[in-house]
């Protein structure tokens, strides 16, 4: 099962996102709860957590901050850590937060490389997000698959296994059932699955191909990057990459790295670390240009052995326009497949 088409990357995103009108138009749930003796003199936020028992302790004090929880009997301003008493009678209000709300179907147009009753493979564009979260609840990927494929609400997280940038494009494998999606996690996890990036760098890369094994983990000085870090003073995890150079000159290259760990910003990192960051990535030494406004980083290539069917499978996606573009602009070539 072998196919000519791509792979590979990570996201965040800014698309539309329920704001609080939205939350406050949402269906409200009201609960009434009674302590019970056995609860008496126990730490309010405890003792609620007990009693609705569905929802986690830091939810169960977001409601008691939001002032969502009062007493049936007069007028109380309980703190998560005051004591209660046996008999007394709370009126919980709940309301679905943004996060709750996140999971739901949302048209997009996913391109569809290939498809079949165990898993998809799709070429995710630059600019979009893949999982819900602070900012982006709304809009990603995993809405759009929800919409796309019914099997996705039968699958954990949609079905997706592994991750891509923001503003990566290329090539991502996404599970159609739990059995394929545990499956594929397995392979990751025993570096089975074959990744490969291409990337427009500042500077010009010295000598031929090179091992990169340097451990990366969040970077001690600024919380919101990654970094290379020493793992006898930081924690962090080992990440190797094999980086080759297709072409270069005095100001830019063309590299194609091979991941064999798949680390938060692995590539884009380690390539930073070398002195050549990624062309448009700001965040790790970068610079934009008006050829591309994105990070330069696709996954074209994926392969795999089907984990369902034990067929050898590979995929391979071209450079979108704006990279191609960019690559053309600063002087490279490279043999397009």
């Known amino acids: ?19 609080a009108a939205d939350a406050n138009d949402a269906v409200v749930e009201i609960r009434q709860i009674r302590i019970s003796p056995e609860q008496h003199g126990m730490r309010f936020d405890l003792a609620l957590c007990q009693s609705l ?10 409601l008691i901050a939001d002032h969502r929880v009062r007493l049936m009997e007069g007028v109380s301003n309980f703190k998560p850590s005051s004591k209660v008493k046996s ?11 943004l996060q709750s709300q996140a999971f739901h179907a949302q048209d997009m147009a996913i391109e569809t490389v290939y498809v079949d ?26 809405n759009g698959l929800l919409a796309l494929d019914a099997n996705a609400w039968q699958t954990p997280r949609a079905g997706i296994v592994h991750r891509l940038d923001k503003d990566t494009s290329g090539l991502m494998v996404i599970a159609r059932s739990r059995a394929c999606m545990d499956a594929l996690v397995s ?15 500042h500077r010009t890369w010295q000598g031929g191909g090179r091992d990169v094994d340097l451990p990366i983990g969040r970077d001690p000085r600024q919380r919101l990057r990654m970094a290379v870090v020493d793992l006898s003073r930081h924690p962090g995890k080992v990440a190797q990459t094999h980086v080759e150079c297709l072409d270069r000159n005095d100001e830019v290259s063309l590299l194609h790295c091979t991941l064999s760990t798949g680390r938060t910003h692995q590539i884009r ?22 050829d591309i406004q994105r990070q330069a980083l696709h996954a074209h290539k994926l392969g795999f052995i089907h984990p369902m069917t034990g067929q050898s499978c590979a995929w391979q996606w071209p450079l979108p326009p704006d990279m191609r573009q960019a690559v053309s602009a600063m002087g490279l070539s490279y043999n397009w497949p």
Do not use: C
């Open 117 to 142: 009753e165990h898993l998809r493979v799709i070429a995710k564009p630059a600019g979009l997000v893949v999982h819900p979260a602070p900012g982006n609840w709304t809009g990603t990927l995993l």
């Open 87 to 97: 008999g007394q009678g709370f009126v919980v209000e709940i309301r679905p937060t």
């Open 1 to 19: 099962m072998s196919t000519a088409v791509d792979p590979d990357a990570e996201v965040s995103m800014d698309e539309d996102f329920p704001d």
């Open 269 to 290: 990192v380690h390539l930073s670390h070398l002195g050549h960051p990624l062309v448009g990535d700001g965040l790790y030494g970068g610079t934009h240009t008006t």
């Open 187 to 201: 392979l990751i996890a025993q570096r089975q699955v074959q990744r490969q990036y291409l990337a427009l760098t």
């Open 53 to 62: 028992k569905d929802f986690s302790r830091s939810f169960v004090t977001q």
